[in-house]
């Protein structure tokens, strides 16, 4: 059974630009789940989605968003980028209605940005 | 404010030690989460506990819903278990993930 898919694995974006990460769950897994880890931050809770809707969101700005296509892929999008926005993007697909709760976590390698 | 404090920050073992990691949590949970992470990224889920006691091989986790309390221990430490620990809570108001920032294993041979 094929893990988490995340792609790109590392991408280097300049400042204002935009930036799109894509993420193939556990096949049969139809919730995602969206992190972002800093040195700094370590790791913070972006937002989850279940049968293409947002379950619920974490504390960052609108330019951070996602969706859930109805094959469960999931994708999330950064707009405008920022110096500060140079992270390590994790996804995690579960099995269960609400990720965590019902179902054990399953973490993609991630996807490395780097905003010069 | 951190919803989540994990102790010890760093820790250093011997070969074959007993390995206790702590974590306390503020708010109210549906699941607390115990993940590891080596070095290069990866995250493994070692354990989701809602109340009691779980153990996989070496790894025990319990957790105190009363006290808001958790505890990760690995028995018989190997050099293979050096890596970055990390405690994760599941609110049970508004869904939110909160993550501690991870204990810092380091098994010496």
């Known amino acids: 059974k094929a893990g988490v898919t995340q792609t790109p694995r590392y991408l280097i974006k300049t400042r204002g630009q935009q930036v799109t990460l894509s993420c193939s769950p556990i096949?049969?897994?139809?919730?995602v789940s969206w992190y972002q880890q800093t040195p700094g931050q370590g790791l913070q809770f972006l937002f989850e989605?279940?049968?293409?809707?947002?379950?619920n969101k974490g504390n960052f700005p609108g330019r951070f968003s996602g969706r859930q296509f109805s094959n469960s892929r999931s994708e999330m999008n950064v707009s405008t980028l920022e110096l500060g926005d140079s992270a390590l993007y994790l996804c995690?697909?579960?099995?269960?209605?609400?990720?965590?709760?019902?179902?054990?976590?399953?973490f993609g390698e991630g996807s490395r940005l780097t905003v010069l | 404010k951190n919803e989540v404090e994990q102790s010890p920050q760093n820790l250093t073992a011997q070969e074959g030690e007993f390995i206790t990691i702590n974590c306390s949590y503020s708010?109210?949970?549906?699941?607390l989460h115990w993940l590891q992470q080596h070095p290069g990224g990866g995250i493994v889920s070692l354990f989701m506990?809602?109340?009691g006691k779980k153990k996989h091989g070496r790894l025990i986790a319990t957790i105190n819903i009363q006290e808001k309390h958790s505890s990760l221990h690995i028995t018989a430490s190997h050099p293979r278990d050096s890596a970055v620990y990390i405690c994760?809570?599941?609110?049970?108001?508004?869904?939110?993930?909160?993550f501690g920032t991870g204990t810092s294993l380091t098994v010496i041979p």
């Open positions: 995690a697909s579960s099995a269960g209605q609400l990720a965590g709760v019902s179902g054990e976590l399953f």
């Open positions: 096949s049969g897994h139809r919730s």
């Open positions: 989605y279940f049968s293409e809707t947002q379950r």
């Open positions: 708010v109210g949970i549906s699941a």
């Open positions: 506990l809602s109340s």
């Open positions: 994760a809570v599941r609110s049970n108001t508004g869904n939110q993930f909160y």
